[in-house]
């Protein structure tokens, strides 16, 4: 099981930058494929990015391929989220979340989620 907490969100204008982190705990991190999604008022959870357990293998959604990287540091059992070039249709609650077995763009499909940061990106 793990616990995963977020940090890093707030305000920023149009075409700034923000770092989220996702803190987990427990001492089997580097088993979990890690995943971010974000929720904007009204709307769906949407799929943002993930990285698998070592690594190696990233996957973007294409409204974020190019401006967003993600990343983790297995020694520090953290994962983050580097947001380029921010746009008002960014402004979300963006959410951690970890799976043993999966490592897609289906949010229903993780077992493990933090409770949110909130971007808000203003134009």
């Known amino acids: 099981q793990v616990q995963l907490l977020e940090s890093g969100g707030g305000l920023v204008q149009a075409g700034g930058s923000l770092r989220l982190s996702c803190a987990a705990s427990g001492r089997t991190f580097n088993t979990y494929n890690m995943g971010w999604f974000r929720q904007a008022p009204g709307k769906e959870r949407e799929f943002v990015a993930t990285?698998?357990?070592?690594?190696?293998?990233?996957f973007y959604s294409d409204s974020v391929k190019g401006r967003f990287t993600i990343s983790r540091d297995n020694a520090k059992n953290t994962v983050s989220l580097q947001m380029n070039s921010l746009k008002p249709e960014d402004t979300a609650v963006y959410y951690c979340a970890a799976d043993r077995a999966y490592s897609g763009s289906n949010h229903w499909q993780y077992d493990y989620w933090g409770q949110g940061t909130q971007v808000t990106v203003s134009s």
């Open positions: 990285i698998r357990w070592n690594g190696i293998s990233t």
